[in-house]
C-alpha cells in the first residue's frame, strides 16, 4: 500500500526556512517521479518542484533558486528546502508520487510565511 506522509510545516517569518519531509512507503523513491506541489487559499494547486531522476530537477519560476529538491533512496524519503520564503509562500504542501500511470498523494503540510 501506497502510503506518503508529509512533515515539516510551520509558521516562519518573512526570509526564514524550512525543510519538508515526505516519508514513501510501499515503494521505492526510485521507481516514481516524485513532487512537490502547493495549494494556497482560494488558489488551484500548483507544482512547485519535482525530481524525475537520473539527477534532473524541476522547479517553479517563482521558487527558483530559493528551493532544492532533493531524496534520499536510502531512506526513502523526499526533501524541499525552503530559503527566503516569501509572504507569497504560504500554502498547504503536498507529497506526490507518479507510478506507472497514477498519482498518489500526502495528507499535506501547511506553511505559513508571517511576521
Known amino acids: 500500500q501506497v502510503q506518503l506522509v508529509e512533515s515539516g510545516g510551520g509558521l516562519v517569518q518573512p526570509g526564514g526556512s524550512l525543510r519538508l519531509s515526505c516519508s514513501a512507503s510501499g515503494f521505492t523513491l526510485s521507481a516514481a517521479v516524485m513532487s512537490w506541489y502547493r495549494q494556497a487559499p482560494g488558489k488551484e494547486r500548483e507544482l512547485v518542484a519535482a525530481?524525475?531522476?537520473?539527477?534532473?530537477?524541476k522547479y517553479a519560476g517563482s521558487v527558483k533558486g530559493r528551493f532544492t529538491i532533493s531524496k534520499d533512496n536510502t531512506k526513502n524519503t523526499m526533501y524541499l528546502q525552503m530559503n527566503n520564503l516569501q509572504y507569497n509562500d504560504t500554502a498547504v504542501y503536498y507529497c506526490?508520487?507518479?507510478?506507472?500511470?497514477?498519482?498518489?498523494w500526502g495528507q499535506g503540510t501547511e506553511v505559513t510565511v508571517s511576521s
Open positions: 506526490n508520487a507518479l507510478l506507472s500511470v497514477r498519482h498518489y
Open positions: 525530481i524525475p531522476g537520473g539527477g534532473f530537477t
